[in-house]
């Protein structure tokens, strides 16, 4: 009984002397997404990294054109979008050991898809994999980039036949694709996983909070990785 009313009083102070901190957030199911009580995992996973702590995370969603806008500006604190060039002011919070396996999909068809039939395709791709040089390498083998808000948003192309392939994880497109209703089995992924993108997320040193978030994140045994 002693110490639940001790938990319980550490909890008030707690939240009585919380400072929030915004979080930059775009639209990535089931990662990331607005339209569950929980935000998605990476959401959760940013919320259990501050439990305990004076900071609160405030998640904002907004479109990639206006994160990339607030990126720019250097008026940010936490991002789950990378910076376009990330810069020794920026630093990479892992928040878990789990990997996001990025490949390209497409239409089904009876070939196999190696994923290195590049020349004259569009890749639709999301903003999340900007500093991923494998992206880049896309273009460098004669492919066109076509940027997408959301994995949904890139499937939609695929299926109208605007775009060639997309670029993204299988739970991300199995997502879009029961929202779209059609069935993923009609989709084929490459044999190529081209990156093992991080749980992460972006702090900017410059922010009025970054000593503190570091420090914190830091006491918790965070990998924190510098640029």
């Known amino acids: 009984m002693y110490k639940l009313i001790i938990g319980l009083l550490c909890c008030c102070i707690f939240t009585s002397q919380a400072q929030d901190i915004d979080v930059i957030a775009f639209e990535y199911p089931p990662y990331l997404t607005q339209n569950a009580a929980d935000q998605g995992e990476a959401a959760v996973l940013l919320q259990r990294a501050f439990a305990y702590s004076a900071l609160s995370p405030t998640v904002?969603?907004?479109?990639?054109?206006?994160?990339?806008?607030?990126?720019?500006?250097?008026?940010?604190?936490?991002?789950?979008?990378?910076?376009?060039?990330?810069?020794?002011?920026?630093?990479?919070?892992?928040?878990?050991?789990?990997?996001?396996?990025?490949?390209?999909?497409?239409?089904?068809?009876?070939?196999?898809?190696?994923?290195?039939?590049?020349?004259?395709?569009?890749?639709?791709?999301?903003?999340?994999?900007?500093?991923?040089?494998?992206?880049?390498?896309?273009?460098?083998?004669?492919?066109?980039?076509?940027?997408?808000?959301?994995?949904e948003q890139g499937l939609s192309l695929l299926l109208e036949q605007k775009v060639d392939y997309v670029y993204g994880d299988q739970q991300g497109i199995n997502f879009a694709a029961n929202k779209l209703n059609f069935p993923a089995m009609l989709l084929q992924d490459s044999a190529m996983v081209f990156y093992q993108f991080p749980m992460a997320v972006w702090l900017n040193t410059q922010c009025e909070s970054a000593t503190a978030i570091k420090s914190h994140l830091t006491d918790q045994k965070y990998h924190i990785k510098s640029f």
């Open 60 to 151: 904002t969603f907004v479109s990639s054109s206006a994160a990339q806008k607030q990126l720019k500006s250097n008026n940010w604190c936490l991002s789950f979008l990378p910076p376009q060039t990330p810069s020794a002011q920026h630093l990479q919070v892992i928040l878990a050991d789990k990997t996001i396996p990025l490949m390209l999909f497409r239409l089904a068809e009876p070939q196999v898809f190696i994923g290195n039939e590049l020349k004259n395709k569009v890749i639709a791709h999301l903003p999340i994999s900007l500093d991923d040089r494998k992206v880049r390498s896309f273009a460098d083998a004669g492919a066109k980039l076509q940027l997408v808000d959301t994995i």
